[in-house]
């Protein structure tokens, strides 16, 4: 089994993906935003390979406008280098990935310049894929579409499009069920037609059950026999549903105990999990961490030094309970573990306890400062307990000042970036 995460990853300095616009998307532009994304997407594959995460979901904004006419560069011979060189680390390492393009890649549209365009952003994500020389379990997923009035025409319409399309993409492509039209069982009837594999999503079947509601074992359990030799591992989407908001929207973070639940009913545990959670790789880490079948109080030690002063300006209380947990090198405390760091994370920081953790962090950094930058951080740490600043404003410095001064312990700290 591999657990995964998609597109972002937090805390982990220089992954970030940059965007441009239409009009400001010169030859130059695109390939300097085409460059920076590529280091960016390797580093994320680094920091993958580093923590045992075998599931990745890469950005569809990877290559800017990759699969619009505003971009004709040829960047796949241009980065045929950096491709090749990401595409061996994931091999290598035996890692899963996969696209998922987005809202406006609609196959079943009535609308044939909208088909138009979801087959070349097929062809692009398809694209990339060749470019990184994976083979056909790395997979596309997408959505079927809308309705249009009339969900049986635009399913068949969907049908008969996929048949259309470029067998390459046929082989990587597979279908997921929504959390508004196009149920599991739906999503299963026109996976039969075209011989694809189904992914099912949990919360989407819970916002979306249709008829036949069924346990999300059962459904996995169908959705598995569209699986066949070739595709790789089945693989779903897990998330939880945030309390207070919109049916269908995911929480800041996977909580333990309401996966492992999850994890324990599988009918196969020998699957792939996609999580689509907004702390992303942290809550990979937590879930991969929590079902080792190797465990060691190692992991859980790495997992501390980044998460220390982030739980000490929301708990101090908590704080001391987990470093209280780790001094007997004897166990595997797990759950225990991130118990105590969810519950912190879910107490309101006090202004007092924030400025408690920020001197704890300046100690790291207060012998390598200038005196000018010294006296700025102090003046800046002042108007923040008076109410004139914000504790964003005071992490933000706290990392210039990690990043100028080379503080590798501050800057795998999760406390500079959240």
Known sequence: MSIGYACLTVGV??????????????????????????????????????NDIHLFRISSDLIPFGSSPVNQLPWQETFREEFGRIGRKITESNMRVSFHPGQYTVLNSPNEETVAKAVEDLRYHNKVMECL???????????????????PAASQRFVENFQKLDQAIQRRLIIENDDRLYTIQDVLEIAEKIGIPVIYDNLHHAVNPGPDEGSDAEWIAKANQTWKAGDGKQKIHYSQQALDKRAGAHTSTIYLDTFLDFYDSLPDQDIDIMLEVKDKNLSAVKCINATR?????????????RYKYLVLEHSPERYQHIRSLLKDKTIYPAKAFYHLIEAALDTEVQIGQAINAAQHVWGHLKQQVTEKEAKAFERLLAKYQEGQSSEQAVKKRLLTFAMKYHEPYLLQSLYVYI
């Open 13 to 50: 300095p220089e992954t970030d993906m940059r965007r441009v616009t239409k009009k400001n998307a010169t030859a130059e532009k695109l390939n300097d935003i085409t460059r920076h994304n590529l280091m960016s997407l390797e580093k994320m594959i680094d920091y993958n390979i580093e």
């Open 133 to 151: 020389g994976v083979n056909d379990e790395h997979k596309i997923v997408l959505h079927i579409g809308g309705v249009y009035e009339d969900k």
């Open 293 to 305: 079948p190797f465990p060691a109080i190692k992991y859980l030690e790495k997992e501390w030094m």
